[in-house]
T-cell receptor
Framework: EAQVTQNPRYLITVTGKKLTVTCSQNMNHEYMSWYRQDPGLGLRQIYYSMNVEVTDKGDVPEGYKVSRKEKRNFPLILESPSPNQTSLYFC??????????????FGPGTRLLVL | GENVEQHPSTLSVQEGDSAVIKCTYSDSASNYFPWYKQELGKRPQLIIDIRSNVGEKKDQRIAVTLNKTAKHFSLHITETQPEDSAVYFCAATPYSGGGADGLTFGKGTHLIIQP
């Protein structure tokens, strides 16, 4: 089944404790992206990747890191989480590299609480 | 960068009536405008999209119109049904001649279908 998976789905952590949210897609998509969703603010892009070893900042990259060592995986890293990073995070992928113009398929979301 | 405004933030309509959600964008170079539907507790899913060379697109009860001159686009849902209740997001992305540009989303419209 074609899908985007994220792990963990729920995470409670404390300020400053490094964490990684994994994202994987099995559709051979070139383009992958991370968004955060906050009430009243919609979906805001954190980072995106056109292909392996190619990543770029979105609208709200501060406090986050990403890597794209393999085509299927695009982990989101929070080196030193802070309470303002409490949010619902979505990973998404699309077939074509560049511009995000094709249909984006979203993962199930990861709900993060930073205490 | 691109800025997308979406209105209204909440829309309540009687079942069977029509619903219209409007978005405006700032970057005249934007050329792809998707709409995503997010049901409660679920991931966003694409329901319809339109490209800048088309003025209108229809898929059963859903239609999208685009006015490039005024830089606005709208989602129209006719004969609304209870399953249409959800949050709807519009988005836009500009063409940059080769670079990757992510989607900029509006803040969302919570559509409530009253029985």
């Amino acid at each position: 089944e074609a899908q985007v998976t994220q792990n963990p789905r729920y995470l409670i952590t404390v300020t400053g404790k490094k964490l990684t949210v994994t994202c994987s897609q099995n559709m051979n998509h070139e383009y992958m992206s991370w968004y955060r969703q906050d009430p009243g603010l919609g979906l805001r892009q954190i980072y995106y990747s056109m292909n392996v070893e190619v990543t770029d900042k979105g609208d709200v990259p501060e406090g986050y890191k990403v890597s794209r060592k393999e085509k299927r995986n695009f982990p989101l890293i929070l080196e030193s989480p802070s309470p303002n990073q409490t949010s619902l995070y979505f990973c998404a992928s699309s077939l074509l590299g560049g511009r995000g113009q094709e249909t984006q398929y979203f993962g199930p979301g990861t709900r993060l609480l930073v205490l | 960068g691109e800025n997308v405004e979406q209105h209204p933030s909440t829309l309540s309509v009687q079942e069977g009536d029509s619903a219209v959600i409007k978005c405006t964008y700032s970057d005249s170079a934007s050329n792809y405008f998707p709409w995503y539907k997010q049901e409660l507790g679920k991931r966003p899913q694409l329901i319809i999209d339109i490209r800048s060379n088309v003025g209108e697109k229809k898929d059963q009860r859903i239609a999208v119109t685009l006015n490039k001159t005024a830089k606005h686009f709208s989602l129209h849902i006719t004969e609304t049904q209870p399953e249409d209740s959800a949050v709807y997001f519009c988005a836009a992305t500009p063409y940059s001649g080769g670079g990757a540009d992510g989607l900029t989303f509006g803040k969302g419209t919570h559509l409530i279908i009253q029985p």
